[in-house]
């Protein structure tokens, strides 16, 4: 276990043959096998876990269809028009952005310039970015604690449930991920870097570290900065040279840190704001503000800076109080409860105990002790991570918790190998009993909150848990004998329930705004979907759920003549109780509308639409093709467009409908969707399309 062979960190001049493949090999046995200095198994243990995470990853991947439609729309936008890419808008049209930064958005909107766009080149870069996060972790680990912890930490991560389900998801998590695995395998190369060449010494490693966390603000704003205290004292702990130049060097890190973030910051606050589309989510059209309001403090404290211009007056509306609902009261335990604990808790006490283990073994080691730094560095990224997700009182969904995934895959593997590098003492063997059993049972009690599913399961975990702890406590000649078959069942019983747990997850179609992982039906809030389940409806604040309405039956019908030989049924009218938008008819009635996605289709408006919220919009442009603007943003709050710049777009003929059933959360009555919505009403005549009641803005009331 401790030979220069299995132990990366020994210098190639230091082996026996040089570091120059001493096996007698030829050069396509060491690209197969690997280096002389690292066992024949890694290369293709390696391998084989990314090709395995690969099929997990993208095995059936559009069984999704468009996932959260949401980002599939801005991604639409931005693999058709150069500007929508650049600033994440929602539409073509450049109307409004989503709520996040671009960079995630960068990545679908060129897969779906470069493969044409649909639900593949949509989701696909999502898996590719998972199986690279994987790569990249195992990458990491090796170079401190050898390549069969790499395995143990990448494999861990890959099975962990949330990580399944982000990575076939196209929420921006997968590219935040592994933006900041590669910071910390950036962060690991600085530690271990002796060179003095810009891109070899630890201070060009670091600002490589800083540039991914920039890049990962890009994605994700704040929450990429969660990991660096952890990566932070990692670096000044262990890395070579004395105090002084690690401290320049971590300067050196801050600054590209806001380097990479900042370019992008000053593009959007010098582009004239006229010229470019909204900042959703913000109240004064600021990227800066979204970070640090709706996007920053407000998920940290909650109340009205949560909500940012997403709200009436900022507050959460009525008998929608539970956006930190969506994961349960806040407090220590809330990784563990009934929405979190089935994302990421698996291995999560297992990660709190070895690490506890692992610094008190190391407590006499040299400064620059890579097992140590390693306890440091992932240890940090759980525990500030996680405690921040733990206590934060703004909206949280469960699958934030995929942050947590790698450090808690690096924690496992680096406290197993150290322990069991020292398995001849009861000390370590007794805490990887705890280990294994702890492990065992906190699976246990996930699995029973699913009684149902595999009900054998849970039972087979457990007891198999427990008799590895058993063996470990025993630590007997023939334990030790049979050390490599204990070691592989400690491995299949430790992730057993939360494997079947994620290719459960794989097997399952998600969508909307909340997904979960599991074999339960995920819930789900936002474009597509709402809490209750994938797709379902909910009952709004002040109205009532339903059927899609019918119209006025009294009305006399019509059509509209959309070319030459097509024509679309309507009906006159389409006022009244029941119609969306009036505040008594369902939400996003109109998204699978067929008749009025042929209406659409034939429209070559700037915008072939506009409604009030992103619900409908999302569904009606993926289904049309056509550029559908998105009133207010997400969920109709935001201050654009005003009133009066409506008006021009539609004197314009920019606009050619307007649909009405859009929702404005909390029902705020001063917001520009219920101006532009109630300015539509008086003064265009109204039709019913397929359910839906539609204003054609070329046809005003007076003509």
Not at 22 to 42: C, I, K, M, N, S
Not at 308 to 323: C, K
Not at 629 to 649: K, N, V, W
Not at 680 to 686: D, I, L, M, P, R
Request: proline residues 6%.
């Amino acid at each position: 276990m401790t030979s220069t062979a299995w132990r990366p960190e020994v210098a190639a001049a230091d082996r026996p043959d040089g570091g120059e493949g001493g096996r007698g090999e030829t050069r396509f046995a060491r690209l197969v096998f690997g280096p002389a200095g690292q066992p024949r198994w890694a290369r293709p243990g390696l391998l084989g876990l990314l090709a395995a995470t690969a099929v997990l990853y993208v095995w059936d991947l559009t069984n999704s269809g468009w996932a959260n439609e949401y980002y599939s729309a801005a991604a639409q936008a931005g693999s058709r028009s150069w500007k929508a890419l650049l600033f994440g808008s929602f539409d073509a049209g450049n109307a409004i952005t989503v709520d996040k930064p671009p960079a995630a958005l960068w990545v679908m909107g060129l897969s779906g310039k470069l493969l044409g766009f649909s639900q593949w080149s949509v989701l696909l870069p999502q898996a590719l970015m998972g199986v690279a996060s994987v790569g990249l972790l195992a990458a990491t680990v090796r170079r401190s604690s050898g390549p069969g912890a790499g395995l143990l930490a990448g494999a861990s991560a890959g099975l962990t449930p949330v990580a399944v389900l982000v990575f076939r998801f196209d929420n921006p998590d997968a590219l935040l991920v592994l933006l900041l695995v590669a910071a910390a395998y950036c962060t690991v190369r600085a530690i271990q870097a002796t060179g003095d060449r810009v891109w070899s010494a630890p201070s060009g490693w670091l600002m490589l570290a800083g540039a991914a966390v920039g890049f990962g603000f890009l994605t994700k704003m704040m929450q990429a900065f969660l990991i660096l205290p952890g990566l932070g004292l990692a670096f000044l702990i262990a890395a070579n040279g004395p105090l002084r130049q690690r401290i320049r060097a971590l300067i050196l890190a801050c600054v590209a840190v806001m380097a990479s973030a900042g370019w992008y910051i000053a593009l959007v606050d010098w582009w004239p704001a006229d010229s470019r589309p909204f900042i959703g989510g913000s109240t004064d059209n600021s990227l800066w503000q979204l970070a640090v309001g709706y996007n920053g403090l407000g998920r940290i404290f909650g109340g009205s800076g949560n909500m940012g211009s997403h709200g009436p007056g900022g507050d959460v509306p009525e008998g929608m109080s539970g956006f930190a609902g969506f994961s349960g009261s806040s407090g220590i335990t809330r990784l563990f409860n009934s929405a979190m604990g089935g994302e990421i808790s698996w291995l999560l006490p297992a990660a709190l105990i070895g690490p506890a283990a692992g610094l008190w073994l190391t407590r006499r080691a040299p400064r620059t002790d890579r097992t140590r730094a390693a306890f440091v560095l992932w240890g940090g990224w759980l525990l500030i991570t996680g405690a921040t997700f733990s206590f934060m009182g703004g909206i949280v969904h469960p699958y934030y918790t995929v942050a947590l995934a790698p450090a808690i895959g690096a924690l496992v593997a680096v406290s197993v190998r150290e322990l069991w590098s020292r398995a001849a003492h009861p000390a370590a063997r007794l805490t990887l009993a705890v280990m294994a059993a702890g492990t065992g049972a906190w699976s246990f009690v996930l699995l029973n909150r699913t009684p149902d599913w595999l009900p054998w399961l849970r039972w087979t975990v457990l007891a198999g848990s427990i008799l590895v702890a058993l063996a470990l406590v025993a630590g007997t000649r023939e334990s030790r004998r049979y050390a490599a078959v204990l070691a592989l069942a400690g491995v299949l019983f430790g992730l057993g329930g939360a494997s079947a747990w994620a290719v459960s997850t794989a097997a399952h179609p998600h969508s909307g705004g909340n997904p979960l992982s599991g074999p339960a039906a995920s819930q789900s809030f936002g474009p597509g979907g709402a809490p209750g389940g994938d797709g379902a409806r909910f009952t709004p604040p002040g109205g009532t759920s339903g059927a899609a309405p019918e119209g006025d039956p009294a009305a006399p019908s019509g059509e509209i003549t959309t070319g030459p030989t097509d024509v679309i049924p309507v009906q006159q009218g389409g006022t009244g109780d029941g119609v969306p938008g009036d505040g008594h008819g369902p939400i996003f009635a109109s998204a699978n509308n067929t008749e009025l996605v042929a209406l659409l289709e034939h429209s070559d408006a700037r915008w072939a639409a506009a409604t009030v919220g992103a619900g409908s919009a999302a569904s009606l442009a993926l289904n049309s093709g056509k550029s559908v603007m998105a009133i207010g943003g997400f969920t109709g709050g935001d201050d654009s467009p005003t009133l009066a710049r409506f008006q021009t777009y539609a004197s314009a003929g920019q606009v050619r409908y307007f649909i009405d059933g859009g929702m404005v959360m909390g029902g705020n009555a001063d917001s520009s969707g219920s101006q532009i919505s109630d300015w539509v009403k008086s003064h265009f005549t109204a039709l019913t399309v397929g359910g839906s009641t539609v204003y054609d803005l070329s046809r005003p009331v007076t003509a």
